[in-house]
């Protein structure tokens, strides 16, 4: 089943530039619309989004400051974990 998240360009800077930097076999399955300015979709199967959300999961937990608040990254990685969610 296909599914359609919608990331800010940040987001999206961030899910290939450094989250799938070394997943190219992840990469190579998303399929990119800019639909605005500050607005990129991503079409994608549902497996390969659970796939997103646990790489988002493993990474989240070295991304906070000295008081458990989550820093830029770890803000953005909670929202692929909520973006990503398929059930």
């Given at each position: 089943?296909?599914?359609?998240?919608?990331?800010?360009?940040?987001?999206?800077?961030?899910?290939?530039?450094?989250?799938?930097?070394?997943n190219?076999?992840?990469?190579?399955?998303?399929?990119?619309?800019?639909e605005?300015?500050?607005?990129?979709?991503?079409?994608?199967?549902?497996?390969?989004?659970?796939?997103?959300?646990?790489?988002?999961?493993?990474?989240?937990?070295?991304?906070?400051?000295e008081n458990?608040?989550?820093?830029?990254?770890g803000?953005?990685?909670?929202?692929?974990?909520?973006?990503?969610?398929?059930?």
């Amino acid at each position: 089943m296909k599914i359609k998240v919608n990331l800010t360009k940040e987001e999206y800077n961030y899910l290939i530039n450094s989250l799938l930097k070394n997943n190219k076999e992840i990469l190579s399955q998303l399929a990119f619309t800019e639909e605005n300015n500050d607005l990129i979709s991503v079409e994608l199967e549902a497996g390969v989004a659970d796939d997103i959300r646990e790489l988002a999961g493993d990474e989240v937990g070295l991304h906070f400051d000295e008081n458990y608040e989550p820093t830029k990254e770890g803000w953005i990685l909670e929202h692929f974990i909520d973006k990503f969610y398929t059930k």
